[in-house]
């Protein structure tokens, strides 16, 4: 179980989450208040079992007295020890109805150096892709 309570000074703004996780599925209730009355929550559900990875989310958000709510669902597949690849789907009720969608992959070319990429399209149908080294230390 864990929980969590955050306070930004310059917004105003009041978070919280509250995450439990149990035999390889994981779910997080988590959301933030402001002081201009906009209000964010999102759900968030993942299961593990294996090399494979199901994640979904579902988002309410209240901006300027409009709501919007979206929806995302990520699948990912570990094919060995150093390389993963997914895949992601998002969309959201706001005007046209924008979805976007991703494929990308993570190789760990070891001493903690990853060569990762992505190909895929936003909200407003641009293909979009991202190739780079990630580094950890």
């Known amino acids: 179980l864990s929980l969590g309570v ?14 439990y996780t149990m ?7 988590a959301g933030a208040e402001f ?11 993942s299961y593990s079992t294996g090399p494979l990875t ?6 309410d958000s209240s901006v300027a007295g409009v709501d919007i709510g979206g929806s995302a669902l990520y699948v990912g ?7 993963s690849v997914g895949a ?5 009720d706001t005007a046209g109805d924008p979805s976007a969608t991703a494929f990308g992959f993570n190789y760990n070319l070891g001493g903690g150096l990853s060569l990762a990429g992505g190909v895929g399209n936003d909200e407003n ?10 580094m950890a230390f």
């Open 125 to 134: 149908e641009n293909d979009v892709a991202d190739l780079g080294f990630k």
């Open 77 to 83: 597949y570990a094919v060995n020890d150093a390389l």
């Open 88 to 92: 992601v789907y998002s969309a959201n």
């Open 54 to 59: 199901l994640t979904g989310m579902i988002s």
């Open 23 to 29: 035999g390889g599925v994981e779910l997080t209730v």
């Open 6 to 19: 955050s306070s930004d000074t310059v917004t105003d703004a009041i978070g919280y989450s509250v995450g």
């Open 35 to 45: 002081d201009n009355n906009d209000s964010d929550m999102r759900i968030l559900a």
